[in-house]
């Protein structure tokens, strides 16, 4: 057992092996209760702690807190680096839709600025035109994801990548002063065609392709 934020996570069980021979892997679920909220365990980072031990492919039955009510929510490693753990929302794998996740724009693109690994589509509301969401980091393991932004009216917000990443938004480096601008009114598509690198589209209200865009 190991503590993890302000929780504790355990392996349950000797697990599963599938394979053969020099191929054959053996993956292990978990068990993880924790006082954090929903929005701290699914933050970039938080069971990187677990990058020595955790495989992609298992999965985490947490009980977490939301609101003060403890809930329940199940994940799946999607990638981990030997450094950096990824995670999503079994849920997402297995359903399209879902709802939307409400996050607000924020000077540093932090706290609620934060995109999550398995948010499918967010809605900000942003109080500043020059406040800033952050899409989760890039890895191999997560090519081919999509995540939609629709921006609620009547502010625009901005979007990077994370903070010394040196990861692109339609090939510009924008893990610092290059910012895309998202106009209010309008869903994004952010296509991860790269390891470290987006591809952004923006949709009108009228379901229009606006013009390409450019980070600066």
Known sequence: MRVLGNGRIRRKGEGVSYGSGANIKQLCDWDYATSDDVATVETAGHFNDMADVMQVGEIIDARLDLDGTPVFMQYMCSANDGTNVAIIRTADLETAGGGARAVVPTADGLTTGLILPGDRLVEATS?????????????????????????APSTNCELRTPADSDQTINNVNSDGTNEALLTHTQLYICRQHL?????????????????AIVPD
């Open 127 to 151: 109080a500043d035109a020059n406040h800033i969401l952050t899409l989760p980091l890039a890895t191999a393991a997560t090519r081919d994801r999509e995540i939609h932004i629709w921006v």
């Open 195 to 211: 390891a470290t690198g987006w591809l952004l589209q923006a949709f009108t209200a009228l379901g229009a392709v606006a013009t």
